[in-house]
T-cell receptor
Framework: GQSLEQPSEVTAVEGAIVQINCTYQ??????LSWYQQHDGGAPTFLSY????GLEETGRFSSFLSRSDSYGYLLLQELQMKDSASYFC????????????FGSGTRLQVQP | SQTIHQWPATLVQPVGSPLSLECTVE??????LYWYRQAAGRGLQLLFY??????ISSEVPQNLSASRPQDRQFILSSKKLLLSDSGFYLC????????????FGNGTRLTVT
């Protein structure tokens, strides 16, 4: 099976930088994804890391270390609209194409 | 462009009643289709996924079932709802490639009373 661990809540102030960590345990690995979900809304794709290193997309960056089974999402220049839940997810190469999601990190951005 | 439609947006059903949630995708062919459920304040639990018409894989034993009668249509059903079936149901699709992201519908909030 597979499991993902991420903090349940993180609080930060507008303009700051916040890092959301994710550790995973899987029997195989096809990359780590990150999704954002606002209250009452659908999850939306943010980023994907297949190889070790940092991927940058605007204010958001995602990092992966396969040897450590660890990744993080970095949000810079936080805005109030970044208040949402953030999920890491993995896809296991066992024939099924679906993603297994972590339990999510609720980010509260304060003024 | 591709779009995913999911309905209804909200649903209140009594215990023991049947359920049918529908999801359709436009603008693509042979998508992978998924049903997830999310309890309040929790993560997403995979219920079913499908890689083609009539091909359904179940992840969690339960009183729910899924069907894919057409290439871009995915239906979630139950013959008798339980209180524990309450939650936020999300349909998603992805292209049939390994690293493609999932694209979610707007979800159905189901309350079983």
């Amino acid at each position: 099976g597979q499991s993902l661990e991420q903090p349940s809540e993180v609080t930060a102030v507008e303009g700051a930088i916040v890092q959301i960590n994710c550790t995973y345990q899987t029997s195989g690995f096809y990359g780590l994804s990150w999704y954002q979900q606002h209250d009452g809304g659908a999850p939306t794709f943010l980023s994907y890391n297949a190889l070790d290193g940092l991927e940058e997309t605007g204010r958001f960056s995602s990092f992966l270390s396969r040897s450590d089974s660890y990744g993080y999402l970095l949000l810079q220049e936080l805005q109030m609209k970044d208040s949402a839940s953030y999920f890491c997810a993995v896809r296991i190469p066992t024939g099924r194409r679906a993603l297994t999601f972590g339990s999510g990190t609720r980010l509260q951005v304060q003024p | 462009s591709q779009t995913i439609h999911q309905w209804p947006a909200t649903l209140v059903q009594p215990v023991g009643s049947p359920l049918s949630l529908e999801c359709t995708v436009e603008g693509t062919s042979n998508p992978n289709l998924y049903w997830y459920r999310q309890a309040a304040g929790r993560g997403l639990q995979l219920l079913f996924y499908s890689v083609g018409i009539g091909q359904i894989s179940s992840e969690v034993p339960q009183n729910l079932s899924a069907s894919r009668p057409q290439d871009r249509q995915f239906i979630l059903s139950s013959k008798k709802l339980l209180l524990s079936d309450s939650g936020f149901y999300l349909c998603a699709w992805s292209p049939d490639t390994t690293n493609s992201p999932l694209h979610f519908g707007n979800g159905t909030r189901l309350t079983v009373t």
